[in-house]
């Protein structure tokens, strides 16, 4: 199991990350403002667990399968089923 959080930024902008252990949200936003272009992470918000056989689609969403498949909500949308299409 991997755990997905969202890092949001001073202005604004949002990155996600995976980890292979549950932090406390705190943990994360005090690990990741040491990383080099994060020192200005604002706050961290836990996402969801990430169960085997499923990835964090480019979204947020959960989608299942391989890295590059999108999920259900993205393939509504553009109509198609792998990222490397769009």
């Given at each position: 199991m991997k755990y997905a959080y969202k890092i949001i930024f001073k202005n604004g902008s949002e990155v996600f990350t995976i980890q292979n252990y549950k932090f406390a949200e705190q943990q994360v936003l005090d690990g990741v403002r040491t990383w080099n272009g994060?020192?200005?992470?604002?706050?961290?918000?836990?996402?969801?667990?990430?169960?085997?056989?499923?990835?964090?689609?480019?979204?947020?969403?959960?989608?299942?399968?391989?890295?590059?498949?999108?999920?259900?909500?993205?393939?509504?949308?553009?109509?198609?089923?792998?990222?490397?299409?769009?």
């Open positions: 994060y020192e200005s992470a604002e706050k961290v918000e836990f996402l969801t667990e990430i169960p085997k056989g499923y990835h964090l689609c480019g979204c947020g969403n959960l989608a299942k399968g391989t890295r590059d498949e999108l999920c259900d909500e993205c393939r509504e949308i553009y109509g198609h089923y792998y990222e490397h299409e769009l």
